[in-house]
């Protein structure tokens, strides 16, 4: 949970403005180009962020489905960044030993994906390791991937997705689109 929506609600605890206590909720929809939309909040008034989180879905292409409608397109996984390191392919063949389901290799970091039970043990092994961990969480990774080459839906999709995250509850958006480093950067 991000430190601004604590102490906003010890603010609200402290001015006694009644607020109640926080729920999580997880919505799901459609956004623009049919992706799918997975939106993690943290609310005080649910019926508020919902009707907020379905104007956002409206205003930006997509619709909000109901519980089920786009999460079995994703799988709970462990989720960890670490620097990448001189001998790459070293590093990579010691992470898979350590029990790593899947990695991906960017241009200046790797991620690992690991079950969300070992998660904490692949962190320990990998700090033992002396692996620069940048971070770690669970995630929700897409089963697959929608790629998109067009540049206006690119900026569609991404200006979506940045109001998406933007609204004071949301927490963490997963989606299964696929957008060019280079198509994002212009």
Same mark, same amino acid.
């Given at each position: ?16 403005? =009644? +607020? /109640? @206590? !926080? ?6 929809? &459609?956004?623009? #180009?049919?992706?799918?939309? $997975? *939106? ?19 205003? =930006? +292409? /997509? @619709? !909000? ?6 999460? &079995?397109?994703? #799988?709970?996984?462990?989720? $960890? *960044? ?34 969300? #039970? ?69």
């Amino acid at each position: 949970m991000p430190k601004v929506n604590i102490e906003r609600a010890i603010q609200r605890g402290v001015k006694g403005s =009644g +607020g /109640g @206590s !926080l729920e999580e909720i997880t919505y799901e929809g &459609y956004g623009p #180009e049919g992706m799918a939309v $997975l *939106v993690e909040v943290a609310t005080d008034n649910k019926q508020r962020t919902g009707q907020e989180v379905k104007n956002l879905f409206a205003k =930006g +292409g /997509g @619709s !909000l489905g109901g519980p089920g409608s786009v999460s &079995y397109q994703f #799988e709970s996984t462990g989720s $960890l *960044v670490i620097s990448k390191p001189q001998d790459t392919e070293e590093a990579i063949l010691k992470i898979i030993d350590l029990g790593a389901e899947d990695v991906e290799e960017g241009d200046d970091e790797i991620e690992i994906y690991v079950k969300p #039970e070992n998660l904490e043990e692949i962190k320990a092994k990998l700090q033992e390791l002396n692996f620069k961990l940048k971070s770690f969480e669970l995630a929700m990774k897409p089963r697959n991937l929608v790629k998109v080459k067009d540049q206006q839906k690119a900026a569609k999709i991404l200006n979506f997705m940045n109001k998406l995250q933007d609204h004071d509850d949301v927490q963490k958006v997963s989606a299964n689109f696929d957008i060019p480093d280079e198509m994002i950067e212009s």
